[in-house]
């Protein structure tokens, strides 16, 4: 599995870097094709790397489509949703691009066939981040959603830090363009080990794709 590390100097650093290799690619999908799908993931480790993102004057976001890689089912505006922070880390011209996950909806099951429908064939590039459990996405431990491979959208089936999930499932990110992980934080140190292995035994260490890359900083790259 083809895989980059990139090592920055500290975790601003890797925020940083993080958006500006998402910019690179929004601009080289722009001109291949004219438009940029990119998906997020949640968590505080994106928050920075967002704010930046938005100050970058190569990243296109007029052609752009934000979509998010999880997300938790819990109500509007809840300090708990994905969307609650990233429509805070965006200004008002950059919040167009966003396409939340409909985890409002009634029926979760044709929400999730709702989104599926709504992606690309192919996403240009899915960021992920990596947790201490060796999660991505909300691909979590133990939980029947690992075993997903017929559809690119599905939900949790239990309850994951208070909340089931709707989250992208490995199908959609092997046929991604690229694949960028940012990840900080000595908690880290493990997990991003076995993501190198490509691992089995966590969620992110069976994330299969030909383009990787993986920002970390010294904390977590630390031997």
Known sequence: MPL??????????????????????????????????????????????????????????????LFQVDERIASPGSEDRNLTHMVLGLSMDHQSALRPMPVTNRDLDAAAHEYDTSLPDRLDLVHLGLGPDGHTASLVPDDPVLDVDDRRVALTTNPYQGHRRMTLTYPALTEARQILFLVTGEEKQGPLKQLIAADPAIPAGRVRNDAITIVADPAAAAE
């Open 4 to 65: 980059d590390l990139e090592v920055t100097k500290d975790d601003k650093a890797a925020a940083r870097r993080a958006a500006e290799l998402i910019a690179k690619a929004g601009a080289a999908a722009v001109a291949d094709h004219g438009h940029f799908a990119f998906a997020m993931s949640g968590g505080r480790s994106p928050w920075s790397m967002l704010a930046i993102l938005g100050e970058l004057e190569e990243m296109p976001w007029r052609e752009t489509e």
